[in-house]
């Protein structure tokens, strides 16, 4: 009974898409991170309390309620079925200390196309509120992103703006004619070039 408990609540993670959620957000946030918060800070949501790179592939995130800690090693190993090496890779997630999550996964099949990496099992699981925090988390930092994202262009298209409009100005402009002065006519008459 308590195998198939454990099967079951194996299959309610994969059904809440718990992998793909934590794997996205290592793959398209974390990582990247702690560079934003040192190049471009106005891209790291506010509920982004700290955040450190502890070792590569190792990353510290401190919340307004809570500690995450992703791990990510990448191995090669010979399959000696199929006679060649696989990339294969270990994404642990740490909540306040605590291991409540380990996926392996790998790089993905041909029809699998435009993700680098994909969730292929589940070594460990410890259910708990970081589930809901990290799923909340995923939704801030997306829509906070492309929040930026928006202010961005629209400060660009202003700048566009205001270099057309200059432009415009400017060639409204009749051009500027200059007469010589009284004192290089002068010289220049002298020279018996001109008068």
Same mark, same amino acid.
């Given at each position: ?18 992998? #793909? ?90 029809? #699998? ?22 799923? #909340? ?9 492309? #929040? ?48």
């Amino acid at each position: 009974m308590a195998n198939e408990n454990h099967v079951a609540s194996r299959h309610i993670i994969w059904q809440m898409k718990i992998p #793909e959620i934590v794997l996205d957000m290592y793959l398209n946030h974390v990582r990247v991170l702690p560079s934003w918060k040192h190049s471009f800070p106005a891209y790291v949501h506010p509920v982004i309390r700290g955040v450190v790179e502890l070792a590569p592939n190792k990353t510290q995130i401190i919340t307004e309620t809570s500690e995450y800690v992703f791990a990510f090693d990448e191995r090669t190993t010979f399959v000696p079925d199929a006679a060649e090496l696989v990339r294969t890779g270990i994404l642990e997630v740490h909540h306040n200390n605590v291991l409540v999550l380990r996926l392996s996964i790998s790089p993905p099949d041909s029809n #699998e196309l435009g993700k680098s990496w994909v969730a292929r099992g589940i070594e460990k699981f410890k259910d708990g509120e970081w589930v809901a925090e990290l799923t #909340e988390l995923l939704s801030q930092l997306v829509s906070y992103e492309t #929040e930026q994202e928006k202010k961005e262009e629209a400060l660009r298209q202003n700048e566009l703006k205001a270099v057309a409009e200059l432009k415009e100005k400017l060639s409204n402009l009749s051009p500027v004619t200059t007469e010589k002065p009284p004192w290089f006519q002068r010289l220049w008459g002298r020279s018996g070039t001109g008068n």
